[in-house]
């Protein structure tokens, strides 16, 4: 699996450089790989939904070469593949989102943002049982990463009334983030 490009047992190499990306996409067994999925699938779908594919697509890859940094830095000697770094990167980008529109959420952010806080610290709690494979640096890296990169691109929602119709109680959701206004200048 080492010549394949899983993050190797040993420090970091200059020419270490792609094993940055390529854990991402090695597992180690079918059960490691499922597992994987169904995660992706129930944290992604989400994240997806509220940042769209471009934004979704960069959280997930700069939060898996963040857990991957943070394995090498932290767990060097140890052997590691697997896509939870950037999962758990997403984890964090969305909980940098419901940080950010906690006005707007309210209750059921506070409430979201309490689930993603119990599956990290399950997820903690069966990595450091005795015998566990679970690179919990990886995982740790990749959270951070994507509450890093969520603080850039999470959307910002604000509420605006319609222009068109401004009497009405129609409110429109509008994305005030940093990443949507580069976009709408680029635009111009």
Not at 5 to 23: E, H
Not at 121 to 131: C, E, Q, T, V, Y
Request: glycine letters at 12%; aromatic letters at 10%.
């Amino acid at each position: 699996i080492t010549a394949m490009g899983c993050k190797p047992a040993r420090s970091f190499r200059r020419a270490d450089w792609p094993r940055l990306f390529t854990p991402m996409v090695l597992h180690g067994g079918v059960a490691h790989l499922a597992v994987n999925t169904y995660s992706l699938y129930n944290i992604g779908s989400v994240v997806e939904s509220y940042f769209g594919s471009t934004r979704f697509g960069v959280v997930y890859v700069l939060s898996g070469v963040a857990g991957n940094i943070a394995s090498y830095r932290f767990n060097p000697f140890v052997q590691s593949v697997g896509a939870s770094g950037a999962i758990f990167g997403l984890i964090g980008a969305y909980a940098a989102f419901l940080l950010a529109n906690d006005e707007i959420l309210g209750d059921a952010g506070a409430a979201a943002l309490t689930d993603l806080s119990r599956v990290v610290l399950l997820n903690i709690a069966i990595g450091i049982m005795p015998g566990s494979a679970i690179d919990n640096f990886g995982h740790a890296g990749g959270l951070v990463g994507g509450l890093l990169v969520g603080q850039a691109v999470a959307p910002r929602l604000r509420m605006c009334h319609d222009a068109l119709w401004p009497f009405s109680t129609r409110a429109m959701v509008v994305d005030r983030s940093p990443w949507a206004e580069v976009h709408r200048r680029s635009r111009t």
